[in-house]
């Protein structure tokens, strides 16, 4: 069975610094997605990032990249040039596709930004 | 904002009764998941809808149920509430399932209280 797990129950950085959130998965498929989305206070599921496992490439959105080891199955999301705004809970996630290509989500990582 | 909506925001029910959700899917959107998130815990997934048609189940009992309607909105629908039961629950739209490159798109989710 796929999961996903994150390590780190909360983090906190200094506004402008950097940080890195962990995540690692199990799978035996080949082809799959893994995504990080933020949930603010407001509950609503924001895409952050994703990336597919054939591209070697680690993928970039701006201030937000990842860290995508394959054979590890670790992807790990790093904020940079942080902001009050990214203080959220960050969830990991996995979909492999198959017939329904449900997402299979880790328990979170809560980050505080400090002004 | 993902364009999926879900109403109510928020609502308190006792232990036993039944409870109707309901999710607005983005435009263009054909396929609806709903998920259960617990405090302090990730999305589980409950089940999907396909054009009208239920497309696989997560781990859940008979009592929760759904629909999909020909405009791809959607209901899930609880009955025989249990304390458990008290959830943030979360509906997401997405195009043709089973495509791994597939983003879905999170409402703000209803927030269930049992008593």
């Known amino acids: 069975a796929q999961t996903v797990t994150q390590s780190q129950p909360e983090m906190s950085v200094q506004e402008a610094e950097t940080v890195t959130l962990s995540c690692t998965y199990d799978?035996?498929?080949?082809?799959?997605?893994l995504f990080w989305y933020k949930q603010p206070p407001s509950r609503q599921m924001i895409l952050v990032i994703r990336?597919?496992?054939?591209?070697?490439q680690n993928a970039t959105e701006n201030r937000f990249s990842v860290n995508f080891q394959k054979a590890a199955k670790s992807f790990s999301l790093k904020i940079s040039d942080s902001q009050l705004g990214d203080a959220a809970m960050y969830f990991c996630?996995?979909?492999?596709?198959?017939?329904?290509?449900?997402?299979?989500f880790g328990k979170g990582t809560k980050l505080s930004v400090k002004p | 904002e993902t364009g999926v909506t879900q109403s109510p925001t928020h609502l308190i029910k006792t232990r036993g009764q039944q409870v109707t959700l309901r999710c607005s899917s983005q435009?263009?959107?054909?396929?609806v998941s709903w998920y259960q998130q617990a405090l302090g815990q990730g999305p589980q997934f409950i089940f999907q809808?396909?054009?009208?048609?239920?497309?696989g189940r997560g781990n859940f009992p008979p009592r929760f149920s759904g629909l999909q309607f020909p405009n791809y909105s959607s209901e899930l629908n609880v009955n025989a509430l249990e304390l458990d039961d008290s959830a943030l629950y979360l509906c997401?739209?997405?195009?043709?399932?089973?495509?791994?490159?597939?983003?879905?798109?999170f409402g703000a989710g209803t927030r269930l209280s049992v008593l």
């Open positions: 990336q597919e496992a054939y591209k070697q």
């Open positions: 997401a739209s997405s195009l043709e399932p089973g495509l791994v490159k597939n983003i879905q798109y």
């Open positions: 996630a996995y979909n492999y596709g198959g017939s329904q290509g449900n997402l299979i």
């Open positions: 809808y396909y054009r009208e048609e239920e497309n």
């Open positions: 435009s263009g959107h054909n396929t």
């Open positions: 799978t035996s498929e080949s082809d799959y997605y």
